[in-house]
């Protein structure tokens, strides 16, 4: 079975610095896809990013990029510029390749705090 | 944009009693995901449907079952309700576009039906 590993329960980081979060995994396959899911305090489940494990290039959306590695098996989320709206909880996440509805393993989540 | 619906947003009950949480997908999305968080914990799989049949299966209770009718809503029906299964039960859509392979994958989700069994 696939488990996702969040070593972090939480993080704090000024306004508008920069800030890492770490995501491990371990999984027999060799092509899946992995997430970042946000959930503020409102608990709606927020897609961040995707990667998809055969796509060599990290994926960025904005401010929000990640640090994909392979064949070390993690996948860390970098916000650039933190802003008060970034307050929340970051969910990794895991879904294996293929042509199903495969639901997504999660790990248990990283409390990013900012501070002003 | 239009986006998933949960109904009810709250439910109260009280042990042994039975709940039946809906969801209604994105506009033109196949397929439906439902997931229960607990306080504190991540999201946990419990079960999902593509085109009206159960693809996959995570750790769902007998005591619950689901279903997706012909116009992809999806119902969750949760009998013999225990202090347990208070939780957040979200539930997940997702989409084929032709041609674009793997665009099932990103699951967009619901504001969730918070459960409380007294």
């Known amino acids: 079975a696939q488990t996702v590993t969040q070593s972090q329960p939480e993080m704090s980081v000024q306004e508008a610095e920069t800030v890492t979060l770490s995501c491990t995994y371990d999984?027999?396959?060799?092509?899946?896809?992995l997430f970042w899911y946000k959930q503020p305090p409102s608990r709606q489940m927020i897609l961040v990013i995707r990667q998809e494990a055969y796509k060599q290039q990290n994926a960025t959306e904005n401010r929000f990029s990640v640090n994909f590695q392979k064949a070390a098996k993690s996948f860390s989320l970098k916000i650039s510029d933190s802003q008060l709206g970034d307050a929340a909880m970051y969910f990794c996440a895991y879904r294996r390749s293929g042509g199903g509805a495969d639901g997504l393993t999660f790990g248990k989540g990283t409390h990013l705090i900012i501070q002003p | 944009a239009a986006g998933v619906i949960q109904s009810p947003r709250h439910l109260i009950k009280e042990k042994r009693e039975t709940a039946t949480l809906k969801c209604y997908p994105i506009?033109?999305?196949?397929?439906v995901y439902w997931y229960q968080q607990g306080p504190g914990q991540d999201p946990q799989f419990l079960i999902s449907?593509?085109?009206?049949?159960?693809?996959d299966k995570g750790s769902i209770p007998d005591r619950f079952s689901a279903q997706q009718f012909s116009d992809y809503h999806s119902e969750l029906n949760m009998s013999s309700l225990e202090l347990g299964d208070s939780a957040l039960y979200f539930c997940a859509s997702s989409y084929l576009l032709a041609g674009e392979p793997g665009d099932r994958v990103t699951q967009y989700f619901g504001p969730g039906t918070r459960l409380l069994v007294l």
């Open positions: 506009p033109r999305h196949d397929t």
């Open positions: 449907f593509y085109e009206k049949m159960q693809s």
């Open positions: 999984t027999s396959e060799s092509d899946y896809y």
